[in-house]
């Protein structure tokens, strides 16, 4: 079973649309939880951390269920912009001097005008 | 501020050749980490290091691969002899674990063609 699995798209959605991606990822000790999105042929960039409250940034929302080892993505209000990949991103150990992240592969996100 | 800085952009070599990949991490950040992008494997952590010291090699995939971090403000990954199948995106990153934040800053990496 792969570390961070991701569903690997492509969503195709109209403008204005809501979509949400989901992640799932295999070690329960994981710690902390991120999603990074990537642009055509550019670099991954931190878009939001993940939080067990939940958290929201405008018109994305990140949820984690640590039970179920599953993270999820909303967008709300889609815009052409949001077009990119979005990374699952899992910190396996807190450890100081330790910081390995594992990514998912990405999920590819188009909105269509 | 200048964010994390690699050369070359694009390299375009033959097979058995060395290729050498340079990274500038961001200024005071203590940990650097050189990944490999592929369509098929997507982001694979090759090796990290923290404070100048390489913590995981693990990810390096043969003896081909090495990687040093001579000074904190610089860092290479070395393919030698290179193979077609090490055409990938390498990109560094850096981060400041201290400051208990985890984001990694990614610089826009090296696009490898190995022909």
């Known amino acids: 079973r792969k570390e961070v699995e991701q569903d690997p798209g492509p969503f195709n959605v109209p403008e204005g649309a809501t979509v949400a991606f989901n992640c799932t990822y295999s070690?329960?000790?994981?710690?902390?939880f991120f999603w990074y999105r990537q642009d055509c042929r550019k670099e991954p960039k931190l878009l939001m951390s993940?939080?067990?409250s939940g958290n929201e940034d405008g018109r994305f929302t990140a949820q984690l269920n640590r039970a179920s080892q599953y993270i999820s993505l909303l967008i709300r209000d889609s815009k052409l912009s949001d077009s990119a990949t979005y990374l699952c991103?899992?910190?396996?150990?807190?450890?100081?001097?330790?910081?390995?992240?594992?990514f998912g592969k990405g999920t590819r996100l188009s909105v269509i005008a | 501020d200048a964010g994390v800085i690699q050369s070359p952009r694009h390299e375009v070599t033959e097979m058995g050749q060395e290729v050498t990949l340079r990274c500038k991490p961001i200024?005071?950040?203590?940990?650097l980490f050189w990944y490999r992008q592929t369509m098929m494997r997507g982001l694979e952590l090759l090796i990290y290091?923290?404070?100048?010291?390489?913590?995981?090699d693990s990810g390096m995939p043969e003896d081909r691969f090495s990687a040093k971090m001579p000074n904190a403000s610089f860092s290479t990954l070395k393919i030698q002899p290179s193979e077609p199948r090490d055409s990938a995106v390498y990109f560094c990153?850096?981060?400041?674990?201290?400051?208990?934040?985890?984001?990694?800053?990614f610089g826009p990496g090296t696009r490898l063609t190995v022909t």
């Open positions: 993940v939080y067990s």
């Open positions: 991103v899992v910190l396996l150990v807190r450890n100081s001097g330790n910081t390995p992240l594992v």
């Open positions: 200024s005071g950040h203590n940990s």
């Open positions: 290091f923290n404070n100048n010291v390489p913590i995981d």
């Open positions: 990153a850096s981060s400041d674990v201290g400051q208990d934040s985890y984001e990694q800053y």
């Open positions: 070690n329960s000790a994981s710690q902390s």
